[in-house]
Every structure is written in structure tokens, then in C-alpha cells.
């Protein structure tokens, strides 16, 4: 998202992102019934911005840049290994032990754990419960492909999310065009949509009606080549509510996962950890051993969460969609929506935001 740039701007990796990756300027939604039903929203109209682009990125070679990045920085990185567990003295969190490629297990002490395994949640799951998003229950199907249709100019980087469905069977599409060439396809259908159709087989099978059911789709796609087969992932969205402890924090998908819906994964994470970092600064400064330390932090993280979440409920509840594509469209509301698309959800006291959590209030 736009608004994660201040991220990869202090972290001095902005120049490499713009020679590697197609750069976004907006995204547009269309109805997958009829796809003259459009409507763009582009990042330099929302109410801040501070930046009018993102980056469309395939995330292994994302991650991989970044990865490679803190190596330089002065990291010590320990590439191929995997933690077994999470040491503690019987009152906090002292550190890990981990495998190395050979086999043999190391211990590491540390003044704090950061828990960054994602959805595995290594640490944060066992501290508190897992809670399923209320009306979040979806299935996820994808693939990537070569020669689907695209925007041009300034506009082909755009994601192009394609609304299918109603009611409970309401879904979308995703096409995230890469620089290569490639773009990755997929489809969020919720939980009795998938049910209705299981006889039809597996991943493949129901990614290919979700595309009967989004002639949008059929047409942005007729004539590419799938590079494999599509494959799905379920009940993706959930909450957890003790995301730090005793020597311990979580961030990223260990603190929580919401909807793709609205592309917010990468972009929580990415400002979720630069601001812990801060407070892991200070705490280990001052010394401050304390979980509370970090109150501010966490209070911040949930609340940028929680305007997301709204929002994804209610589109799929319907209210979103008919504001989405309203014709006309309320020139202040559609700022807010934009704001939104760009990440920026921690001006907690800004009047759009304001007006979108009243609008839009997380359940659950």
C-alpha cells in the first residue's frame, strides 16, 4: 500500500523497488456480471497522500530483497534454519533454540522474541485464544498465468478486484499484474459457496466455476496460460488477542490476519514491525522488561486493524459494494475510501476515518 513506503523509504530499499517492480497507482473495481461496471480509485486522490503509488510484488522476491537487505544492514541471518521452540526462565521469553541445515539444534539468547512465523503464530497462539473473524468464513483459489488482459500506461500496474455474487455467496477476484509479465489470479469465494459446489472436485475444478460465475473474469483471462494448477487455502482470517508477553511480541500474520480483500497483510505487518521496533529500542534501552511497554503500540496496531476489518465485512455484507459503485458517488466518501486503499488507517483521529468506523464498525 502507499502509505508502507515511509517503511521501505527508512529502510533505503524505495530505489531498488522502482527498478524491480511494477509500480501501482490505484485500483479498480468491476462488476463481474457486467465488466462496463467500473470504477478506479487512485491513490493520489485519497485525503494524505504522501505518496501516490505502491508496488505490485511477487512476495517471494519481495521478501527475498528485504531479507537480503537486513544481511547488509548488520543483521546476523540464518538462512535454511528453523525454531523449535521458544525459551523461557519460567517468567519471560530468554530466546530460541533452532535447526540448523545440518540438523543440529542451537540455542539463542535474546532480550526479546519477536514472533514473525505468520499464520503458524508460533508463539502469540499459545498465549491467548484464536478467534475466527465473524463473517469472514472464505476459501481462497489461485494460480498465476501469462497473457490476461491488462490496463495500459500509467494504469497497467493497477489491481483489478472483480466483485461476483450475492448474499452469502457473494466472492472476488484478484488479477495483480507483476513486471514479467505474469499475473497472479485468484479467487475469494466464502465458506457456503464452496460447500454448494464440493462435488465438483478440488481446487481446480472450483476455481473454474468461480470463473463461470464472473464473466469479467472469463474475459480477462480467455487465451492465458495457467504456470500451475490452482491451488486454495482456507479460513485464512483470524484474531488473536494476546499479541505480547513476557519477553515476547507478535507482528505480522502472528498478530492476526485479515481478508486480502483489500491487499492489508503486507502493509500491517510491515508498519506493525517498524513501530515495534521503536518500542523494542526503548525497552531494551531503558531496560524495561515489562509487556505493558508496549501498550501504545499494540493499541495502535488493533485499531488500523479493526477500521480494515470493518470494511471487509461490510463488503461483503453488501453495504461496501453499493458505496464502491455508486453513481453518482460522494466526492468526501470516495476520498475516504481512497485513504483506505492506501493504508491509511492509523490517523485514528482524522474525520474520514472516523466517519468510515462509523459507517463500517468491526463485529466480533
Not at 519481495?62 to 541471518?77: E, S
Not at 500509467?154 to 457473494?170: A, C, K
Not at 492476526?256 to 508498519?271: E, K, N, R, V, Y
Amino acid at each position: 500500500m502507499p502509505q508502507s513506503l515511509d517503511v521501505l523509504e527508512a529502510l533505503g530499499v524505495l530505489d531498488r523497488m522502482r527498478s524491480r517492480f511494477l509500480i501501482k497507482r490505484g485500483a479498480r473495481f468491476v462488476d463481474g456480471a457486467d465488466g462496463r461496471r467500473t470504477v478506479r480509485y487512485a491513490f493520489a486522490d485519497a485525503f494524505h497522500p504522501r505518496w501516490d503509488h505502491a508496488f505490485e510484488v511477487p512476495r517471494d522476491e519481495f521478501d527475498d530483497l528485504l531479507f537480503r537487505h537486513a544481511a547488509l544492514c548488520g543483521a546476523v541471518v540464518h538462512e535454511t534454519w528453523e525454531v523449535t521452540r521458544v525459551l523461557s526462565d519460567g517468567a519471560r521469553a530468554t530466546g530460541v533454540e533452532a535447526r540448523g541445515p545440518d540438523g543440529t539444534c542451537h540455542t539463542f539468547d535474546a532480550s526479546w522474541v519477536v514472533d514473525a512465523t505468520g499464520r503458524e503464530a508460533m508463539v502469540s497462539r499459545g498465549a491467548g485464544p484464536i478467534e475466527r473473524i465473524p463473517g469472514l468464513d472464505r476459501t481462497a483459489l489461485y494460480t498465476q498465468m501469462r497473457g490476461t488482459w491488462r490496463d495500459t500506461d500509467e494504469r497497467e500496474g493497477d489491481i483489478q478486484i472483480v466483485v461476483f455474487g450475492s448474499g452469502d455467496e457473494r466472492g472476488w477476484f484478484w488479477l495483480i499484474p507483476f513486471a514479467d509479465g505474469r499475473t497472479s489470479v485468484g479467487a475469494v469465494v466464502s465458506g457456503a459457496w464452496a460447500r454448494a459446489r464440493r462435488a465438483l472436485g478440488g481446487p481446480e475444478a472450483l476455481f473454474a466455476a468461480a470463473i463461470d460465475a464472473a464473466p469479467a473474469v472469463a474475459e480477462m483471462v480467455r487465451g492465458a496460460e495457467a504456470l500451475f494448477s490452482p491451488r486454495a487455502t482456507a479460513d485464512f482470517s483470524f484474531r488473536i488477542r494476546t499479541i505480547r508477553g513476557p519477553g515476547w511480541i507478535a507482528v505480522g500474520d502472528s498478530a492476526g490476519f485479515i481478508d486480502p480483500l483489500f491487499s492489508t497483510g503486507a502493509h500491517l505487518a510491515m508498519i506493525g514491525a517498524f513501530r515495534a521496533a521503536d518500542a523494542l529500542d526503548s525497552a531494551i534501552e531503558t531496560g524495561d522488561p515489562r509487556p505493558e511497554h508496549f501498550g501504545e503500540w499494540e493499541r495502535e496496531l488493533r485499531a488500523g486493524a479493526d477500521l480494515f476489518t470493518g470494511a471487509v465485512q461490510a463488503f461483503y455484507d453488501g453495504d461496501l459494494v453499493s458505496y464502491l459503485f455508486a453513481d453518482p458517488q460522494h466526492p468526501f466518501l470516495r476520498r475516504a475510501i481512497t485513504s483506505m486503499l492506501s493504508g491509511d488507517v492509523f490517523s485514528e483521529n482524522a474525520r474520514w476515518a472516523c466517519e468510515m468506523r462509523a459507517r463500517f464498525p468491526a463485529r466480533g
